[in-house]
């Protein structure tokens, strides 16, 4: 395969639109090259399934936590009590289906990783046997979690915005958006990344070098995400297309070799 790197589209339009076709050519790959389309599959199944359930523990959840805080009102105020019922529904459902899909489907990652690895002859990590295997499927479950950590802080550090009105609500919408988009570049370049060793700071650090090509990867897994049908293959088609931009940041020298690599260098 021969590397479309970013550097050699200097500009940061060029740049923005080569990180955006990223997670669509990987959605292309992931539904049409035989070993990817297994595991997408199979990530498919699991992200439905987990939806399916996050769907009926809200729908059962939902209306005694809040009966419990607030008494269903008789007349015109049953109303309000029920658009906010379905309003939590609304926000939980969101919330969860951007942040449990990935977690769930964790030990998918690193297959899907490989196998998008072999099919384009790219370099995979040095192999140390099952027990290197179980450290990296424990490691990226790990990291999944910590990542959908880092989400949750995110927002909730931009959540007073929304308590303002006129501008806050805008502020906390533009804002929560950027932050959504350049954490699902982190979450999804880092699965790729897990494989070779990197280290948060590090893909972090790689994120922040590469803003123009991040910021179309991540506007198009956003998009990605609000399209119906097309949304429950999101994760593998991101992970595809992450595993492609990975690959050609570190042949551009955009990222800097792990501290795993520099200990196997030594």
Same mark, same amino acid.
């Given at each position: ?21 990223? &997670?669509?050519?990987?959605?292309? !790959? ?5 070993? !990817? ?14 939806? =399916?359930a996050l ?17 269903? &009102?008789?007349?015109?105020?049953? $109303? ?5 019922? $379905?309003?939590l529904l609304?926000?939980?459902? *969101?919330?969860?289906? @951007?942040?449990? #899909? &990935? ?7 690193? &297959? ?10 790219? #370099?995979?990590? =040095?192999?140390?046997? !099952?027990?290197? @295997? ?6 990226? *479950?790990?990291?999944?979690?910590l990542r ?19 501008? /806050? ?19 999804? !370049? ?18 922040? /070098? ?5 910021? /179309? ?7 990605? @995400?609000?399209? #119906?049908? *097309?949304?429950?293959?999101?994760? #593998? ?11 050609? *940041?570190?042949? =551009?020298?955009? $990222? ?8 196997? $260098?030594?």
């Amino acid at each position: 395969m021969e590397l479309r790197t970013p550097l050699a589209r200097p500009a940061p339009a060029l740049q923005f639109g080569h990180g955006f076709l990223l &997670p669509l050519r990987g959605l292309r !790959l992931s539904l049409t090259v035989p070993a !990817l389309r297994r595991w997408t599959l199979a990530t498919v199944a699991l992200t439905v399934a987990t939806l =399916a359930a996050l769907l009926v523990g809200l729908a059962l959840g939902i209306r005694p936590v809040l009966e419990s805080l607030w008494t269903r &009102p008789a007349g015109s105020g049953a $109303i309000l009590w029920d658009a906010t019922m $379905i309003a939590l529904l609304v926000v939980g459902f *969101l919330a969860g289906a @951007l942040t449990l #899909p &990935p977690v769930v489907t964790a030990p998918l990652a690193d &297959p899907l990783v490989a196998a998008t690895e072999r099919h384009f002859g790219l #370099p995979g990590p =040095a192999h140390g046997g !099952l027990g290197q @295997l179980a450290a990296e499927t424990a490691g990226g *479950l790990a990291k999944a979690i910590l990542r959908v950590g880092l989400l949750a802080c995110g927002h909730a550090l931009l959540l007073p915005l929304w308590l303002l009105p006129g501008p /806050g609500h805008f502020a906390w919408t533009a804002l929560s958006v950027t932050w959504t988009i350049f954490w699902l570049v982190f979450e999804y !370049l880092d699965l790729p990344a897990n494989r070779f060793g990197y280290r948060f700071g590090e893909v972090a650090k790689a994120v922040r /070098g590469n803003l123009a090509v991040a910021a /179309g990867f991540g506007a198009a897994v956003y998009l990605l @995400l609000w399209v #119906p049908v *097309l949304n429950t293959v999101f994760i #593998p088609a991101a992970t595809v297309g992450a595993t492609l931009l990975f690959h050609e *940041l570190r042949t =551009a020298g955009r $990222i800097a070799p792990s501290l795993r690599d520099d200990e196997r $260098i030594r």
